[in-house]
């Protein structure tokens, strides 16, 4: 834990006392978003302090060229990068002639910020005294609108009180912004118009490049009292930036509000010539409907949500937090809405990574909208990776492959790799078996085999014939191996024979084999289609079997392990526990080299393959490979403490399995990392929910039904959540006590309950 400031409270996240040191993070852990768009919390009024500006359009991004010491063949000419949209949530505040500054004060009183996550919203609230001594209170509550999701609303006020004040504001939407995260500080974006027509302005732009038509659109009025002014206005429009100035003398005590209606209008939903003409109308829909009125359809939407979605925990506020604050975010980034978009792991809190789509999308996110929306969006995020199966073979071929051999990306906007490390971009290639899984995973959790027939075959037969030519025979050891590569664990790079890697490449053709039965004896079309379409044929069949059955895992006799690699045991093995912790986190204290020598590993890596092949291996050998690699691990990636505490829970573990839960859970809002401000960890948010629904819940799905096999934590006195299973919702409460399942749903259902078979029927409330 690295800062405590945020206070415990089970639905929001709350800041009391102005600290400047802590704004950027606060930026991060109040972000904002609704799937079509997000930002940061940056303060709607000027601030000379330090602060990262953010707001993010999603779909929208800007392919930024590779910059390297070294170029080497097979790099991507450019990483692409989710742009810094226009700013449309600006006002500027002058009170008495004096600019309204936090970091330019007497003082700051009574400052609190709060996200309420059950109704999604973000407030803030202060008294400031200026240096003209003037003091004012302000109240500032903002939200996206997930029902009008090209929509945001600001509600803005002022209280004079110690004197009567003149007051202005000045709304404006801003083009003149730029990335934090830039490869050679290009120019992003050319305006093409700014427009206002009454109280509505906007600017309309274009990305360079890619070419993506924007609106970046605002209507703004003034009330006192709840009365509004309709006085006039002053309007300042430069190249890129358009204000207007409402000047008006308020009494001491009365309040004037400043409501902002504001977001984008993009070509993707929209013709480009008519985005300005949508934008009007849509603000105009929204000013007519209100502030209060939208924020009361707010929460009536945010109340679906968690109708489904939400975790409940008794006895532990802080653990109930950060759980909430994991489901919020990853509801505001993802909703499964537009088949065309995916999970960024910064989400819209930040630009590290791009902002682009990771293998954490299969790996973790997938359960987590499989099992608490529906089978669609899962759906949606499998056929994104199918749509790009072309990308994926063109990206193999840069590296030398053939004969429709995928490598899909390790990061990607639209299926063209754009990493710019080589240990990552030639050599993290497990990438591509997370995608295989998850094509199994979803069949496994919905039973809908159909989605293997229609797409899915298709990307598990590209990924085979990858694993196929990826393998090397060895002579020496008269088995496949596959060289030169880096594993999960990203502290070890161009390595020999990665557990994890040579696990899922062998998994992977077997399942693609067992599949290619499966839709040639029951899909006879699908097959004939799919076999013309990628030329394939028994030889090629015989080829891939024979690498799957004869491939390489390290593996040490004495111990009764696999090594994570070759070579594993030549490093001096010293634990985590005898590192100092002035030396924590090595990414940010050790050399690189220092690092590729050590034993640490970053993340579950050979533990990654017993997580996602529970059932290949005994509880005995999960036990010592967790014993043995456990103590080496420094957890100083996000996707890293889940893993070990679902597997901390299976070993019956649970001080262990609750550490390692709240260090998934509040691995944000703590900055275990010491990198919050750069933003959140949204895809590993996903990764916590699977720390309670499989560690503590235990559930998995066996002989085609749900399985539990439910824990509690000390801490707390009971736990309940809600699965969608095959469109029936069943939800279930473990306490201390006992444990309860009642199903909303109108067939009788079997579940595996410590491993015997209980019947739930429909609204009924079962106790075993």
């Not at 309420?116 to 004012?136: C, D, H, P, V, Y």
């Not at 500032?140 to 009567?164: C, H, W």
């Not at 790079?493 to 990665?498: D, K, R, S, V």
């Not at 709240?662 to 691995?667: A, D, E, G, I, K």
Request: glycine share 6%; net charge negative.
């Amino acid at each position: 834990m690295n800062h405590n400031y945020i206070k415990p409270d089970a639905w929001s996240i709350i800041e009391e006392g102005f600290n400047q040191e802590h704004v950027k993070s606060s930026e991060s852990l109040f972000s904002i978003g609704n799937g079509a768009m997000g930002q940061r919390a940056n303060f709607e009024e000027h601030y000379s302090g330090k602060t990262f500006q953010g707001s993010y359009i999603a779909g929208v991004y800007y392919p930024d060229k590779t910059r390297v010491g070294w170029w080497k063949n097979g790099y991507p000419e450019y990483f692409a990068k989710v742009l810094n949209a226009p700013n449309w949530i600006g006002i500027d505040v002058a009170v008495n002639g004096e600019v309204l500054d936090l970091a330019k004060c007497n003082k700051v009183d009574h400052f609190r910020r709060e996200l309420n996550m059950k109704e999604g919203w973000l407030s803030r609230s202060f008294t400031a005294t200026l240096q003209n001594f003037t003091e004012i209170k302000v109240e500032v509550k903002r939200f996206l609108s997930l029902d009008m999701d090209e929509v945001g609303a600001i509600q803005y006020q002022i209280t004079p009180i110690n004197k009567d004040a003149h007051v202005q504001f000045s709304p404006y939407l801003d083009n003149g912004i730029t990335n934090e995260d830039t490869n050679w500080d290009d120019k992003f974006w050319d305006v093409l118009a700014v427009d206002h027509d009454g109280d509505q302005a906007f600017i309309t732009s274009r990305t360079m490049k890619t070419h993506f038509y924007v609106c970046t659109a605002m209507h703004t009025q003034v009330s006192i009292n709840g009365e509004p002014t309709n006085q006039e206005k002053d309007v300042d429009a430069g190249a890129d930036k358009i204000m207007f100035s409402y000047q008006n003398d308020v009494k001491k005590g009365d309040v004037i509000t400043m409501t902002k209606f504001g977001g984008y209008t993009v070509d993707r939903n929209h013709d480009q010539n008519e985005l300005v003409s949508v934008a009007k109308k849509t603000l105009q829909e929204a000013m007519n409907i209100g502030f209060d009125a939208l924020l009361a359809q707010q929460k009536e939407a945010w109340a679906k949500i968690w109708h489904m979605s939400d975790i409940t925990i008794e006895g532990d506020v802080a653990a109930q937090q950060g759980i909430r604050f994991n489901i919020f975010q990853l509801n505001q980034t993802y909703l499964g809405k537009d088949a065309r978009l995916n999970i960024g792991p910064k989400g819209f809190t930040g630009e590290k990574y791009g902002g682009s789509t990771y293998w954490d999308t299969e790996a973790y996110c997938i359960p987590f909208y499989m099992a608490t929306k529906d089978q669609e969006v899962a759906r949606n995020l499998l056929a994104y990776r199918y749509n790009h199966l072309e990308k994926a073979i063109e990206n193999a071929e840069k590296l030398g492959f053939s004969h429709g051999a995928a490598l899909y990306p390790m990061v990607t906007m639209n299926g063209e790799e754009c990493h710019n490390e080589w240990e990552i971009t030639f050599e993290e290639i497990h990438r591509n078996g997370a995608i295989a899984f998850a094509i199994y995973n979803y069949f496994r959790f919905t039973g809908d085999f159909s989605y293997i027939p229609e797409k899915g075959l298709e990307v598990l037969i590209g990924i085979s014939r990858f694993w196929q030519q990826r393998a090397t025979f060895s002579e020496a050891k008269n088995k496949y191996v596959i060289l030169g590569v880096t594993g999960p664990n990203e502290y070890e790079n161009n390595i020999n024979n990665n557990f994890y890697t040579n696990y899922m490449a062998k998994w992977c053709i077997e399942y693609t084999l067992e599949v290619i039965g499966k839709v040639k004896d029951g899909y006879a079309d699908d097959y004939a289609r799919i076999k013309g379409k990628t030329k394939i044929t028994d030889n090629e069949l015989d080829q891939w079997e024979k690498v799957a059955s004869e491939m390489y895992f390290p593996f040490d006799k004495e111990r009764n392990i696999y090594l994570q690699q070759d070579g594993f045991l030549d490093k001096e093995l010293i634990t985590v526990a005898n590192l100092h912790k002035s030396q924590r986190p090595i990414n940010q204290k050790w050399s690189w080299d220092r690092i590729l020598r050590s034993p640490y590993i970053k993340q579950a890596d050979t533990l990654q393959g017993f997580y996602f092949f529970e059932d290949h291996f005994s509880t005995e050998e999960l036990e010592r490979h967790f014993d043995f690699y456990e103590p080496f691990t420094v957890h100083e990636s996000s996707l890293s403490p889940c893993v070990h505490s679902i597997q901390a829970a299976k070993l019956d573990r649970m001080d262990q399995a609750y550490m390692f839960y709240l260090r998934t859970s509040r691995l944000d809002l703590d900055d275990y990392n010491k990198e919050v401000e750069e933003g959140l960890h949204i895809t590993s948010m996903a990764g916590t929910w699977m720390s309670i629904v499989e560690g503590f819940g235990g559930m998995r799905v066996k002989e085609d039904a749900l399985s539990f096999d439910p824990k509690i934590p000390n801490e707390w006195e009971a736990y309940s959540f809600k699965i969608n299973f095959r469109n029936q919702i069943l939800k279930i409460n473990v306490s201390k006590a006992e444990t309860t399942f009642e199903l909303e749903g109108d067939t009788e259902i079997d579940i595996l309950v410590n491993g015997k078979v209980v019947a739930v029927g429909p609204n009924t409330l079962v106790t075993v």
